[in-house]
């Protein structure tokens, strides 16, 4: 798949605060929250009104990476790696410094990282915010030693309303508020407009594409 970036422009139009929950949950993998686990990618407080605005950008390309968790919470990778389809990496420490071997060619159609730290350890998915900052939005906890990570990763976006998560916290269950909103975003266009909204009759929020007039 060629490279691509895609930015969401959310806007509010709403009666009441509501917070927008972001996670890539909706994987074709087999195991998700006993295998691996999803974290929330993104959240976007918005203010009653309609003068409020949100972005929410990704790029594919994908790393892995070693993500440093503390109270549930990422709050850094230690070290990553750019990784394509069909490639794999091995994940080491030496002399206390942990780091990803250069990808190699591998199993098509997936990515793989195989654990040679000697320890278990965990081992994410994400992709690269920008030239030093990558983003894990799928984690494998405690990874045996010599033990692979195989991953599939689906760029597919789901948005809930809820307050009780934080940015970049690892899912151990799926958010009980139900999606408002799922889409694939390789097949969005490069930048898109969305309104987030509240149905006066059902009090069902919404997250619809804005239809300029």
Known sequence: MSAFTRTLVIYNKLEAPATLVFSFDDQLMQGIYSDYFPTVFRVIPFPAGDQ????????????????QIENGVIVRAATYEPIGLGERTVLKLQDGIIDF????????????????TNQRTDIGVGFLKDARRPST??????????A???????????????TDYQENE??????????????????????????????AATGEYKLEPLTMI
């Open 52 to 67: 409020h605005s949100g972005e929410v950008s990704y790029k594919n390309q994908l790393v892995f990476t070693s993500p």
């Open 101 to 116: 071997t250069t990808p190699e060619s591998g199993t098509a159609g997936v990515i793989q990282a195989l654990n040679q």
């Open 137 to 146: 939005v799928l984690v494998w906890r405690q990874v045996s030693n010599n």
């Open 170 to 199: 690892v899912l151990r269950g799926a958010i009980q508020t139900g999606a408002i909103w799922q889409e694939n975003l390789a097949k969005l266009p490069l930048v898109s407009s969305w309104i987030f909204k509240e149905d």
């Open 148 to 162: 692979n990570v195989t991953a599939e990763f689906t760029p597919k976006l789901s948005a809930y309303v809820t």
